[in-house]
């Protein structure tokens, strides 16, 4: 365990650095993350207030509260690995990885935590900003906010593991790019990034139910805004649980495959 | 009891499975249905051990299988057939207690990170390999020694030249003290003196740690520098196992003579003497049988006005160019190549 500590400050250490090396790349990619939330939040805000005041069950305020925690949650789960996966095998700069005596995925893990934790430091000034800009309004209960933190990090880790299974699709295919569009199409209708779950139509919110993506970003955010009982709180630890061994045995899966598979046409 | 090898191989083989197809629209359009695919044996069933301590040269023509052997020797690739163990493991299965073992340097592709400190990649590599503190100062500082690192750990690795990156490379690749080093081409691109300086510390890193070398290079003088003994592989087959001053013998049994005459040779036809490889003013190159070097010798000192007269092994890289020059199939026919003494002159 001391070890694995030793380890993380290593690359936590050499994200940093990498990503103080590449400033304006780094703040590109916040300001990309900042916007697209910011664009909803405008619209069904807008939306709310021609519609007398709400859509659905949704106030004005409430588009406020719930775009400003997903751009927050997105943040603190959202990941990059499956554009870097097909440059990765593309250019052989797996084999220095498979040669470590550690699973790549821990560099992983470090660098995309020590990008967040650095962007953090622009992202929740801008979160304030925004919640005093639009006269935000918001009251959690204590046991949301107790709650909250072990929901995100499932959400963190169930959303690492399965988009580091799908990009591994990298070493079948060497044009990747098509289903990694596709993946985020996706994930932007059934998580709830581009609007709340609750105003889809029943049959798309059943869907989303059984599918991963809610649980990664709208299950976070709904506990955050008080939308949720205890038992639909249980209801979603236990969905996330699910999800998360699921995206775990996948990823082992596929991994031992993919590496055989990146042996047999030459590393 | 013979001590085990540290590395030993049977009947490895590697065959990639390659997709081809014609140029032209047409041809693309028809593997969009049907893909053309064909075997390419870049290993086919070589087999050799190797002991601890020892440094063994592993040549052969680009092509030849040296790479994928040692790919699959650190783990990188699956063999299609035939067994490996390396200090016991077999690479492929990964076992972390082997990759804390063994180290590959491949190229300048490997271990620094780009952007960073090459001193901060020393110090990933010190916790992902879980070095102990004082053993890595000891490292860092013998290496730091050895290398001439010193003006080089502060800079990021994208500042630094060719030369300076592969011996930070290298560094890297020993911060662990692997027991078992694979060196692909540790010295391409470099100047002589990087070369040289390269070849004495894989040497004297040998001779500190004993820790076991197979190299590659197209450099011949970093073969004769560092390797008694040599392996030669070509189009995936093992040719050649054995002691380097051997390999003259076999592949190119003939000596060079060279004589410096009185007067020149006057119009006397030389090739009676032997094949005239060189003639420029009063001195003569000639490539004479090993056998009959004596006869020939004494003929000349004994016809000709001989003012100096050297008799030589041919260059080692006329040696080698002897062995890949010959067609596929051909040099199994050759004498001494291993279809004729598989494993004689190995170390146990």
Redesign the interface.
């Given at each position: 365990m001391t070890a694995f500590f030793s380890i993380y400050k290593g690359y936590f250490r050499t994200a940093l650095a990498i990503q103080f090396q590449y400033r304006i790349a780094m703040l590109i990619w916040l300001l990309g993350g900042i916007i697209e939330p910011l664009m909803y939040l405008v619209v069904w805000r807008t939306v709310a207030q021609q519609q007398g005041g709400a859509v659905g069950d949704y106030a004005v305020n409430d588009f406020v509260v719930y775009y400003i925690a997903m751009m927050l949650v997105n943040h603190g789960t959202f990941t990059w690995i499956m554009w870097e996966y097909d440059h990765r095998i593309r250019m052989g700069q797996f084999s220095a990885l498979l040669l470590k005596p550690i699973h790549p995925i821990h560099s992983d893990i470090a660098d995309n935590i020590g990008y967040k934790f650095l962007t953090l430091t622009v992202l929740g000034p801008t979160a304030a900003l925004l919640a005093w800009f639009f006269n935000a309004t918001w009251q959690p209960d204590l046991w949301t906010l107790a709650a909250f933190v072990p929901v995100l990090f499932l959400a963190f880790l169930m959303r690492f593991f399965w988009e580091w299974t799908l990009a591994m699709l990298a070493f079948w295919t060497t044009r990747v790019d098509a289903i990694n569009q596709a993946y985020f199409v996706i994930v932007l209708f059934f998580s709830g990034r581009l609007a709340p779950l609750d105003l889809f139509p029943q049959v798309v919110q059943s869907v989303a139910a059984i599918l991963p993506f809610r649980w990664m970003l709208a299950f976070p955010v709904e506990l955050l805004l008080g939308r949720l009982t205890p038992g639909e709180l249980l209801i979603g630890i236990g969905a996330q649980l699910f999800w998360l061994i699921a995206g775990y045995l996948s990823l082992q899966l596929i991994y031992r495959a993919g590496i055989r598979r990146y042996a047999a046409f030459g590393a | 009891m013979a001590e085990s090898p540290v590395i030993q191989i049977d009947e490895l083989s590697k065959i990639?499975?390659v997709t081809e197809r014609e140029a032209g629209l047409v041809a693309a359009m028809r593997s969009l249905v049907k893909r053309k695919t064909r075997d390419v044996r870049a290993v086919d069933g070589i087999s050799f051990s190797v002991s601890e301590g020892e440094i063994v040269g592993f040549l052969g023509p680009n092509g030849a299988g040296k790479t994928?052997t040692l790919?699959m020797l650190?783990?990188?690739?699956?063999p299609t057939s035939g067994r490996a163990t390396v200090l016991g493991f077999r690479p492929?299965e990964?076992n972390?207690?082997y990759?804390?073992r063994m180290?590959?340097v491949?190229g300048q592709?490997?271990?620094l990170?780009w952007?960073?400190p090459v001193i901060?990649?020393f110090?990933?590599n010190?916790?992902?390999?879980?070095i102990p503190e004082a053993e890595y100062t000891r490292t860092v500082g013998v290496l730091t020694e050895l290398l001439e690192l010193a003006p080089l750990l502060r800079k990021?690795t994208r500042n630094l030249s060719l030369g300076e990156r592969m011996k930070c490379e290298i560094a890297a690749a020993l911060l662990h003290r692997p027991w078992v080093l694979f060196l692909d081409e540790p010295t391409i691109g470099l100047d002589v003196t990087m070369q040289r300086r390269i070849r004495q510390f894989i040497a004297e890193y040998n001779q500190r740690t004993g820790a076991t070398v197979l190299l590659t290079s197209h450099y011949m003088a970093d073969v004769e520098a560092l390797c008694k003994r040599v392996i030669v592989i070509h189009h995936g087959k093992l040719l050649y196992d054995g002691d380097l001053s051997g390999l003259a013998d076999r592949f190119a049994p003939f000596k060079t003579v060279e004589v410096e005459l009185q007067n020149g040779a006057g119009g006397r036809p030389l090739d009676r003497y032997g094949e005239v490889l060189v003639q420029s003013e009063g001195r003569i190159t000639l490539r004479v049988p090993k056998v009959e070097t004596a006869t020939v010798t004494g003929r000349l000192l004994a016809e000709l006005d001989v003012v100096d007269l050297t008799v030589q092994d041919p260059p080692i890289e006329d040696v080698i160019e002897q062995v890949f020059s010959q067609p596929d199939g051909a040099t199994s026919h050759l004498p001494g190549t291993v279809a004729d003494a598989p494993f004689d002159s190995q170390k146990q």
């Open positions: - | 990639y499975t994928t790919k650190s783990g990188l690739l699956y492929w990964r972390r207690d990759l804390r180290t590959l491949m592709r490997n271990q990170v952007d960073i901060d990649t110090e990933l010190r916790a992902v390999y879980r990021p």
